[in-house]
């Protein structure tokens, strides 16, 4: 048992040696160097190479023992590493190859030495840059439907869930996302930020009685059903890829929630980028073709999951929820499907809700997202956030009436076409 | 720090003499007598009495270490006390008065003393005596409103309820109402105990198609849904009570769960006893009479509930969900109202869900209750239980179209009035 002590570009190195994970990793008797290159107030991260092959390389991450962010403790930061430790060993047993593999970790040093990601990029950028990913719609289908049909009710037994549940009790990431998702955004409170040009529309929000108690009620939804092991932060910035490979990374926020509140996240992150092209991408034919994309984009991920996780569920109906022999009457395959279908849709009434939740929290709470702050223009960042809140209020205010993606996409162009109206 | 050490009629005097709580409770130098009184197969309980004035007494309650149930194991038993204690603990604190108090509780014998209930009775058999409570409703209503209020995401702060949450992770005990609530009473289990004379309604009901992907519906409610700290098997069985006092006894079921469940056991328990006095109470006017009493017990028991829990919730709002600043805006305590009545409605359909599911269970499941099965003649019994599965199915068929008390007894009456045509 190791006692805890903070590395450091010149003692990372001599670490990492020592782990049986350095002779697959690394030639023998190599030199390694350090570099840090966290960005982050919590936690340092290391990238160890092989100085004579520095394609071989870990990446190590490590919680910070000091205050580097205003109410932020060290009792915390250990607990946000050990959710997150927890949630990818989780995530490697479910869907290898989606997430960083991990090589080692130690609780006691709160530290993970993962697989270094050296050809991904973080998503967020270069769909602002129009780029395409193929797979990207099949992966993160696989990720969604895996993570959450193996973790819920539907394939564990109650005692594996209740268990698994226990483990990822997670009061203070949870508080974030109750504050700053469900809260905070649609009332006065210091932290929240918006572009002044979008002020009437922001407190046509705060005031819109009807939408607020929608909020309300999913934010109960949140806090009360625990449904699956979800990632919990699945925005386009914890999703790094490539053109032939995806991996969601910072699981911190890993709680048992609704499954919606992830799929809903992937989603509205998609619909700010395609709005965000409105001011991006000027040459109407670029833009609509890349929009299209995004369009479709959506339309598949939500498609290719409720394929999958329909499909998982058919071949591992193991679950409390309901045992097989439930459904062993005449017509009880018809209706066991009919179950299926029914859960499903929940599930996307779900995402369309918590989605909008947070496609309305991006342009009025304490952080928007790069896709629309990097909009330089004030007056053509205010034309995207007004559809975003458009949108998003739609999305909140209908989520129990989506039912298929066309209603979904529809509210979405729909928003879009009274931009260009405006326009004419 | 003691050791486990199960006491005995011998024993178990000596114990309590030695406690603070017997200065209070007992004479000086007294002389104690006890008695073994359990029926339980997991517990032994014990009173003790004073010798000279044996309306002074304590009752002890102590896990056994011994199975003398198939599948039940020491371990078992152990987690079993523990719920028990903490949830008795905790329904001190919200409703003294409404359940035993406890005078001491030792983990380590795992035992709880507490208040002998000498002058109250199981409330099943004396409801069937046609005997009436007339401060019940008020009692058991505030017994609801203020355990499900005070502990849910409405009162409490994320990181309480949380923390709160994960002290009733109970596994072995939910399992228990997955299997004999929600799945097994509708399919093939040989545990299934009926009636031979309602075969026909009894394999009518697991050969609905409609029915069974609803009651898989609320299963999932009860696997997912932690909105409260709930009592977790509230049926008659569980009150004691007389004409004036009411106690809510044996917790061990509790955990964090929807608040319909609570309620809706309350509601269905009198639904049956109302049904089992076709049988019982052959005098119609007697009998109509008192099936009156118990059609506006039940009545007064949600109306009062949902009053008191509303009053709380408007003098105690200082939960997660949502804060109070939220509903400050033009036309928000009138949005703040809405939210509660919506929040009450949809307990309300949780209340006739879950009541439907026990209703059902308890003609076709393990265990039916004694209101029904002290009624001897077989053809009789099944006239109560065809009447019985005819209103469970509706209100689990129908009960998110539920939003009244008329609609709710609505289905009661409705099925004693195709009771009467029939005899007609």
Redesign the interface.
């Known amino acids: 048992m190791t006692t805890y002590e903070p590395l450091s570009e010149s003692t990372v190195a001599g670490y990492v040696t020592k782990l049986d994970v350095a002779r697959t990793i690394f030639a023998p008797n190599t030199r390694l160097t350090a570099q840090e290159v966290g960005d982050g107030n919590l936690n340092q991260v290391f990238i160890v190479r092989d100085e004579n092959d520095p394609g071989r390389a870990v990446a190590v991450k490590q919680a910070l023992p000091y205050i580097r962010v205003v109410g932020e403790s060290w009792p915390l930061s250990l607990e946000r590493m050990r959710f997150e430790t927890q949630a990818l060993l989780k995530q490697n047993e479910l869907v290898p190859g989606l997430v960083p593999a991990v090589y080692h970790h130690d609780p006691a040093m709160s530290l993970v030495v993962m697989e270094f990601l050296g050809e991904h990029q973080i998503m967020r950028k270069p769909l602002v840059a129009r780029m395409r990913f193929p797979d990207f719609a099949d992966h993160i289908s696989t990720f969604l439907a895996r993570t959450l049909f193996f973790t819920s ?1 539907l394939y564990l037994t ?2 594996e ?3 698994l ?2 483990q990822f ?4 990431l ?2 974030i996302t ?1 504050d700053f998702v ?2 905070n955004p ?4 210091p932290e929240n930020n918006w572009n002044p040009l979008v002020n009437d529309e922001v407190e046509a929000v ?2 819109n ?1 009807n939408l ?2 929608a909020i ?2 999913l ?2 939804d949140f ?5 699956a092991l979800i990632h919990g932060d699945l925005h386009t910035g914890s999703i790094m890829l490539n053109e032939r490979d995806t991996r969601v990374i910072d699981p911190e926020f890993a709680f048992y929630g609704p499954m919606g509140f992830d799929i809903g996240a992937v989603l509205e992150n998609l619909v700010l980028n395609y709005l965000s092209h409105f001011a991006h991408t000027l040459d109407p034919e670029i833009r609509c073709e890349y929009q299209a994309y995004l369009l479709d984009t959506i339309r598949e991920i939500w498609t290719q999951f409720a394929a999958k996780f329909d499909r998982l569920w058919v071949e591992n109906a193991k679950g ?4 097989a ?8 395959e ?2 066991f499907r ?2 299926r279908e ?2 499903l849709l929940r599930v996307l009434h779900d995402t369309v809700g918590h989605g909008g939740c947070k496609m309305l929290r991006r342009v009025m709470g304490i952080v928007s997202v790069w896709d629309v702050t990097s909009i330089i223009d004030l007056e053509a960042r205010a034309a995207v956030e007004r559809l975003a809140i458009g949108i998003g209020t739609r999305w909140v205010l209908e989520h129990s009436q989506v039912n298929t993606m066309d209603d979904l996409l529809g509210i979405v162009t729909d928003g879009a076409l009274s931009l260009k109206m405006a326009r004419v």
């Not at 009790?169 to 203070?172: F, L, T």
């Not at 409390?320 to 045992?323: A, F």
């Open positions: 009710d109650g005692a869930k209740k268990e549940q226990s009790i997670n009061p203070h949870c508080k109750e469900y809260s649609y009332m006065d409170s705060r005031q009685a607020k108690i309300a009620g934010k109960e806090m009360t059903k625990g449904q409390e929820l309901p045992p022999t439930y459904w062993q009457f005449p017509g009880g018809e209706a009919r179950f029914q859960y």
